[in-house]
Structures are given as C-alpha cells and as structure tokens.
C-alpha cells in the first residue's frame, strides 16, 4: 500500500546522515563530558563543537546555547526559569498567548497555581495572531516576561515577532518565543527576531526524539529546573545525551544548508493540498494564517465529521495525518488553539493537521486528494445530524 | 569577611542561581584570561563561595579583595585580583 506521511510535527524520521553523525557515540565514543580524563575531555569538545552549529543556524552565540531533553523542557526552562529569576525585581505577572503549546500553557499554570503568578493569556484574531496594542495593554510594571509562539503547530500561523519584540524591549520586558514549529522551516534568527528567548526541538529538524535546545541572550539569568551538577554551565542538570546533541548538531548543520530552497517547495507543496481541499471537500474550513503560514503546514476543521474517526480512516489508506492536538483529541476536548480563533466547538472536533517534510512529494498530496474527499464523505453518510443539516439546507 | 564597597572590575562572571561548583569553576577559567593585577568581579547567590572563594585566593595565591552587597539584591559581590 501507498503511504503518504503527513505528521511529521509529530514525529519525523532521523535523517541517515544525523545516525551515521550519531552512531559512535553510543559505543565507541561514550564518555562523560564532564570527565578529566581524555575520553571525557573529548567528548566535551564534541559538544562545543554541536552547540556552535545549533548556535548558528540560530544565528546566536554558542554560549547562548544550553541543550534539553526536549522543546518542551525548553520551554518550560524559559517560562519557569525565567519568571522565577526576575520576579523579586519585577512582580509576579506573566504575558503569554492563548494559542501557546501546552509545555508553555502549561508552565504559566504552574506559576499561577505553586507562585501565586497572574498570568494574561493574550486573546488573538480569527487567524491566530496577536494583537500588538492588546499586547501592549496587558503590560504591567511587574510583568517579568512574555511568551508567543513563532509558529503555530496547530494552525500554522507564523507571528510578526520582531513588532510584538520592540514592545517588549521598549518596556524592559523580555520575550521568549517557541519556534518548534519554524526552525528549519523558515529562518530563525534571534538577531532580526530580536527575541531573549527561543526553544527548538531535535525532532521538527530530523535529529531524534529526547533532545532539544533553549537560546538565552547573553547575561540573561535562568533557575535551573533540572537541579544537579555543573552540566550545561550550571544551568541544567543531568549527564548529557552526547548522541542526541551529536544529532541536533548535525540536523542544525543540514537545516541551515537547506532552509532557502525548503522553504519554497513545502510552501509549494502546502498550496497544492490546500488549493486541493478546499476544492475537493465542501464545507471545509481552512485555519490559521492564509500566507503568515509554516511552509509545510496546512490545517482544516472539516464540517460533520471526528477528525479522530477521519485520522483513523486515512491512516487504513496508509494517510497519517493529525488532529492538531494530541492531548485535546485524545481527552475528546475541543482544543483551545481552535477555540481562541473563534471556531465553533462542533466544527473544531473535525480538526485536520497536515505538516509535511522534504520526503514529501506532489504524488503524496494528490494522494491525500484522492481519499480524502472520500473519507470525509463516507463519515458524512454515517452522521445523522449532518444528513438533517444538509437536509435542512445549512453549512458552514 | 572583608566587606568592601563596590569595587571598579575588570572583568564579571555571573553566576547567580548557576550550580555549585561554577562559583569556583568560571573564575578560575576567567583569570586566566586577566593580566596581573587585574580585578574580577563574581556574583553568586551561593553562600559556599563566601568560604570557598577566599580560600581558593589563598590557596592559588590570588588576592581576595572582599565582598559587596551593594546593587545586588539577589546576590553577592566577590572581588579577587590576580597577583600571579
């Protein structure tokens, strides 16, 4: 059968070249960076030498670097770390955007639940952006950060972050972004982002799962939130995972190498399925940004169905694809991004997410043209309260 | 303890909330770089390094010029020279 692998901003193969980069790690080269001795010492160089590369595909410096488990460790490092390191000088509010990933929802939760934080969740349009002036409204003297995501991994849209950035800065406040869904896809560079902080992800860049990475400017002063050793500078506990942060390096290395021509032919791509769908499948709904969008990112809410139920059903076709929202989804709830952008929580639970990758070519998007209409229509067929509403004349 | 006012610096290691032993660790890196006579400032929220500190001067035969509290709500002000 066919596949056509569309939810790569879930999972991504490890690029042959990042495990060829990888594998002496594992056996061979397997000492502790933090070890006098020259298997150790080695090692560390190793290291350096990978964070110098995921420095520069960020355009940062390489001490500006510190390694995580993963994006959402950065994350939380950056909201936790941050809002606790700042709040004796500046007060206990927190600015983040109601469509943030959960890692960072979840955090600013965290810091209103164990801190006694306030915290603004910043109300965004019908496309996911956030309104500068509300942004600016929501700034208080003890506000010790802001979060907005750069792009968005549910509804694809891209932020203008360098005019929310100059707010920030001309208030003192610093701003750490999620650019999980864009590094990579779309040049990230802290410089012209102007941003304090930004988390990335090995995965969404073909390195493996378990290893990500936060930039903080320099001078910044974080909490650590992995207590432990001098790992990281003393900003991260925990022997670090030398395999994974081969990988990231190497994934930096080939992302950056590639970033001018993949942006163009995903976005290429995005057009065609999403032109296709919109063709194809009456009463769909497309989100998020038309153009302010990741390359690779094309998301619907399509009228009388489950997207769980229409996931399932793609998936026996060999079309793997998402609802969006993992945790939403599975829990059964509406998920909040779609919520934020105004969707009704009927025509949310029929949410589809399709992220694609350079693996992808044209034959897998008419692929997806080709069953999904049918899908969509065989789930319709089995609806009663779609059939009465097409009985009754009505739409989205 | 010596407590001193602010002292003009050549050079700042921050290492406030940073594990220990980085109070020892980023100094000791730092002075390598200073030329005699010159003066380091760290910042540290460890209570180890008001200890540590001045024993690592004696020790290594660097001067401990004393600790400043001034402009530091969070943390401390230790100044070293490095004499060789």
Known sequence: MKRAYMDHAAATPVRPEVLEAMLPFFVERFGNPSAVYDLGSEIKEVMEEQRGKVARLLGARADEIIFTSSGAEANNLAIKGMAQATYLKRGKHLIVSGIEHHSVLNSARFLEKFFDFEVTFLPVDRYGRVDPERLQKAFSPATVMVSVQHGSNEIGTVQDIPELVAMCRAAGIPFHTDAVATAGQVPVDVQELGVDLLSISGPALGAPKGIGALYFRNKLRLVPQLNGGIQESGRRGGTENIPGIVGLGRAAELALRELEGKAAYLAKLRDRLIAGVQKAVPHVFFTGHPENRVPGHASFCIEGIEGEALIFMLSSQGIYANTGSACASKALKTSPVLGAIGIRPDLAQGSIVFTLSRDNREQDVDYVLEHLPLAVEKLRSFSPVWRKKMAEGAGV | ?84
């Open chain 2, 1 to 84: 303890m010596k407590f001193i006012d602010n002292y003009q610096a050549d050079a700042t290691a921050d290492l406030v909330y940073r594990a220990c032993p980085m109070h020892l660790l980023e100094p000791m890196e730092l002075m390598k770089d200073l030329k005699k006579g010159q003066v380091l400032e760290i910042l540290t929220d460890y209570d180890g390094a008001l200890e540590d500190i001045p024993a690592w001067c004696a020790k290594n035969g660097q001067e401990f010029i004393g600790i400043s509290e001034d402009g530091c709500d969070d943390c401390y002000k230790l100044y070293i020279k490095k004499l060789s």
